[in-house]
């Protein structure tokens, strides 16, 4: 399962806190966290995951793997700038939205536009394009991973996929 993590690039350190505490839930419920790849919310929900031994995929808005911050372990450069956060959107089952300005609501937008579920944590979204809001890091991992589990079945029941095929 694929988890992302959302918000400022600048992140405030009650954010990046809370970023932090997301990146370890989902690392430790076995799924993988999906981020921007570099500073703020970004590196804190990474740095969360890796203290855990999870995987974290950071779709990086440049061409160096090597800007990639501390904490993800697949970089993905894309040279593709804010545009980038079409793919945070596509390779996410659901997103954890943390605090965050434009380049965060556009990505939560873009995961409304895709049925991806997004979380509300600490973040002042627009109501119509968060679909809930937790009240901590501990429920707002274990609502993306019950989300993104009941949207992993809703696409296998809607493609005819079964399990165990």
Do not use: Q
Not at 51 to 77: K, M, N, Q
Not at 126 to 140: H, K, R, S, W, Y
């Amino acid at each position: 399962m694929r988890i992302g993590v959302i918000g400022s690039g600048a992140a405030a350190p009650a954010e990046t806190g809370l970023a932090h505490a997301v990146g370890a839930a989902v690392a430790r419920a076995g799924a993988i966290v999906v981020c921007g790849g570099m500073g703020g919310v970004m590196r804190a929900a990474a740095e969360g995951a890796s203290s855990e031994g999870g995987t974290v995929v950071g779709i990086l808005p440049g061409g160096d793997p090597g800007a990639a911050a501390d904490g993800v372990t697949i970089p993905i450069p894309t040279g593709l700038g804010e545009a980038r956060n079409v793919v945070v959107a596509r390779a996410s089952e659901a997103v954890v939205a943390i605090a965050g300005e434009w380049g965060t609501l556009s990505e939560a937008a873009f995961c409304r536009k895709f049925g991806v579920p997004v979380i509300g944590l600490a973040c002042s979204l627009p109501a119509d394009v968060v679909d809930e809001t937790a009240e901590d890091a501990a429920e707002a991992a274990a609502r993306a991973l019950e989300l993104a589990e009941a949207r992993r079945e809703h696409v296998r029941v809607a493609s005819g996929v079964r399990r165990g095929r």
